[in-house]
């Protein structure tokens, strides 16, 4: 795999060679559509944040009102395919084989047209390897491979960075998952959002974490990320309190990162996790995302951890439990959340690379 070299915001990113066949849905539905130039496909990973983002400073360019910080991850993707399709008089989107309403993506595709000056309808294809809008943010791998699909179907070269502000318009968390490995997404100050993008801390391969994904619910979620956000900033007396404070969680998960120093990393981790849920509990009415498997796999965690092994929890707007293991920890860690009651599912990943082109 070709990963976005460490720093490099200023160069294209490259084709990967990479083969990636449609799924069966997926190519019967382009056999349907019909098919044309201007055609891109890209994979984006999900990701996890370990110092988290909830609130805007702007709504309409989704501008965060916190910076955040993330781990990308292999094992959870999206891959996207963007046709733009001069005979089409709409956009059509396929998500996981099922046509689906196409409202918030041709709102982002309007973005992309804009910039190519281009007014051509697409047809989309998106496949999750992983349940979707069940807090195992799809909307941040699907938006990130699609802004890198309809870019380079629309030709549009664009560099990382470009690419993270764009796909921070269709969700916040995307920005980050155009980059791989540990990331940062900064808050920025400008009214434009120039300023609003993810960056690279370390490269996947510099420290090889891992986490285990402990999926109690497969259900979608009953609020949104974006809906509930928006009420914690308006309705919770901790919200001024969550965002006064980030920058100095920010800087600790840092240096913490800087020092390779896996308690302080995880121990921030825990931290920024659970003051997000209080913020979220605090809001009114309060939003809950967790269920009682949840809840017993953050125990479960903690009792592993007061055994010797070094592993900490983190959890966003849903039920899953993702444990941040130190490199070489996470099989023991899945195995014992694999026994908590109402967990139903572990998956074991790696850190992950940066969004990239398939062919
Ligand atoms: C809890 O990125 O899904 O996962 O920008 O409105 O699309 P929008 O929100 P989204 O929110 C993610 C929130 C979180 C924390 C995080 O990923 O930092």
New binding site residues.
Partial sequence: MLHLAHGLTDVPIAHNRVSCRASKPTQRFLAMMGSNSGRARARAHS???L????G?RDAVL?L?AVG?I?VTLDGLYTDTEVIFDAKATIDRVALNGAQTDPTRFSRFLDLVRRRAGIDKRAIVVSDNNFPTGA?L?S??SG?AALALAASAAAGLTMNSRELSILA?Q?????A?SILGGLVE?HRGDADNGLDAYAEPILDADTWPLEVVVAITDTGVKSV???A??QSSGTASDFYPAWVEHAERDLAGMRSAIADRDFTAVGELTEYSCLK?HGLMLSTRPGLIYWNAATVAAMHAVRKLRADGLPVYFTI??GPQVKALCAPGHADAVAAALAKVPGVLETRITALGPAAFRVE
């Fill in positions: 990701n996890i944040a110092v988290k983002y909830w805007k989704n965060p955040s993330s807090g943010a909307s941040a938006f921070r269709g969700s916040g968390s995307a980050r997404m949104d990320s974006t509930g956000m997000m966003d707007a």
